[in-house]
C-alpha cells in the first residue's frame, strides 16, 4: 500500500548485535514512522521524521535510532538488540494533512534471540 | 496512560448481523479519528475516519460514530461478513503534533459463517 517496502520481512538476530531495518516508500510523503507491534500492546510509536534529517522521539523510542538522509528512505536502528525487542515492526508514511491516513508497509518480524 | 482504549479484546458475530467496536480517548487535543483493520501477516489499512466536528460518517457497509461529550467512537459494520473477519484499531491524532496516531490496542472480529 502507497508503495511502501520494508526491509528484511524477517530477520532473526542474537542478543548484543547492531540491526538496521528499512523503509522505502516511492509516494514521496513527507511523514514517515516507525511502529511495534506486540500482543497486548497494539500499536506504540517508536521514532517518526517530518522531513529530511528531521526526526523525534515516538513513545517508546529507547534502545532505536532513526536517520532519514533521502525523502523515500526510513532506517530503524536497534544498536544493541535485546530480547525485548523482539517484535513486529510496521513502518508507515503520511501526507501533510489532518485528514491523511498513514498507510503502512507489511512489517519485519524480528526475533532477538 | 493509555489515551486510547479499546477494552473489547475479542468480539464475535454471525454472518449478516451487526457489528459494532468500540473505542474511548481520554486526550481532549485529539480531533481527528480513524479505523484501521489489520489481517495476519499484513500491515494495518486504513478503513474509515471521522473528523471532531461531525458526530457519524458513513462508507458503505462502515458506519463511525463519534460522540465527543463522552470521549467515545464506535465502529459499526453493517451487514458483518466472514472476510470482516481481522483485528480493527482504533485511532486518533490532533493537529500539530506531525500527524502522529495514537493507537488502541485492537479488536479482535471474527465473523462466523
Known amino acids: 500500500d502507497a508503495g511502501i517496502t520494508q526491509s528484511p520481512r524477517h530477520k532473526v538476530t542474537e542478543t548484543g548485535t547492531p540491526v538496521t531495518l528499512r523503509c522505502h516508500q516511492t509516494?514521496?510523503?513527507?511523514?514517515m514512522y516507525w511502529y511495534r507491534q506486540d500482543p497486548g500492546h497494539g500499536l506504540r510509536l517508536i521514532h517518526y521524521?517530518?522531513?529530511?534529517?528531521?526526526?523525534d522521539k515516538g513513545e517508546v523510542s529507547d534502545g532505536y535510532s532513526v536517520s532519514r538522509s533521502k525523502t523515500e528512505d526510513f532506517l530503524l536502528t536497534l544498536e544493541s538488540a535485546t530480547s525485548s525487542q523482539t517484535s513486529v515492526y510496521f513502518c508507515?508514511?503520511?501526507?501533510?494533512?489532518?485528514?491523511?491516513?498513514?498507510?503502512f508497509g507489511n512489517g519485519t518480524r524480528l526475533t532477538v534471540t | 496512560d493509555q489515551q486510547v482504549k479499546q477494552n473489547s479484546p475479542s468480539l464475535s458475530v454471525q454472518e449478516g448481523r451487526i457489528s459494532i467496536l468500540n473505542c474511548d480517548y481520554t486526550?481532549?487535543?485529539?480531533?481527528?479519528f480513524l479505523w484501521y483493520k489489520k489481517y495476519p501477516a499484513e500491515g494495518p489499512t486504513f478503513l474509515i475516519s471521522?473528523?471532531?466536528?461531525?458526530d457519524k460518517n458513513e462508507d458503505g457497509r462502515f458506519t463511525v460514530f463519534l460522540n465527543k461529550s463522552a470521549k467515545h467512537l464506535s465502529l459499526h459494520i453493517v451487514p458483518s461478513q466472514p472476510g470482516d473477519s481481522a483485528v480493527y484499531f482504533c485511532?486518533?491524532?490532533?493537529?500539530?503534533?506531525?500527524?502522529?496516531?495514537?493507537f488502541g490496542k485492537g479488536t479482535l472480529l471474527t465473523v462466523n459463517p
Open positions: 508507515a508514511t503520511a501526507r501533510e494533512g489532518i485528514t491523511s491516513p498513514l498507510h
Open positions: 509516494e514521496n510523503h513527507r511523514y
Open positions: 521524521s517530518y522531513g529530511v534529517k528531521d526526526t
Open positions: 486526550n481532549s487535543m485529539f480531533d481527528y
Open positions: 471521522i473528523s471532531s466536528i461531525k
Open positions: 485511532a486518533a491524532k490532533r493537529g500539530g503534533s506531525n500527524y502522529k496516531l495514537t
